[in-house]
Nanobody, 114 residues
Framework: QVQLVESGGGLVQPGGSLRLSCAASGIIFSIYTMAWYRQAPGKQRELVARISIGGSTTYADSVKGRFTISRDNAKNTVYLQMNSLKPEDTAVYYC????????WGQGTQVTVSS
């Protein structure tokens, strides 16, 4: 059974930081491209960041220079370090494992507000 479990979300003030984690089980983690998506109320789900099997990264323009995606294949975990958070970063953040079949986590809420 495949499971992706996100953690690390919460309430943070503008300018603050959070680190999201996504722990995977039931898959050979190292052969999956991993990604973080987010969905704000009333909006479509959007790609935030992606990291390939070889470690190449891609970011949405809105988070470049503020967010960093990384992976630890020994721990079957992908991370999203989020700095300089803005109110518009408020959303549910989802982890995805992508290959021939995609798997999604249940999401973790991030709220940026003073």
């Amino acid at each position: 059974q495949v499971q992706l479990v996100e953690s690390g979300g919460g309430l943070v003030q503008p300018g603050g930081s959070l680190r999201l984690s996504c722990a995977a089980s039931g898959i050979i983690f190292s052969i999956y491209t991993m990604a973080w998506y987010r969905q704000a109320p009333g909006k479509q789900r959007e790609l935030v960041a992606r990291i390939s099997i070889g470690g190449s990264t891609t970011y949405a323009d809105s988070v470049k220079g503020r967010f960093t995606i990384s992976r630890d294949n020994a721990k079957n975990t992908v991370y999203l370090q989020m700095n300089s958070l803005k109110p518009e970063d408020t959303a549910v953040y989802y982890c995805k494992a992508a290959r021939s079949v995609d798997y999604w986590g249940q999401g973790t809420q991030v709220t940026v507000s003073s």
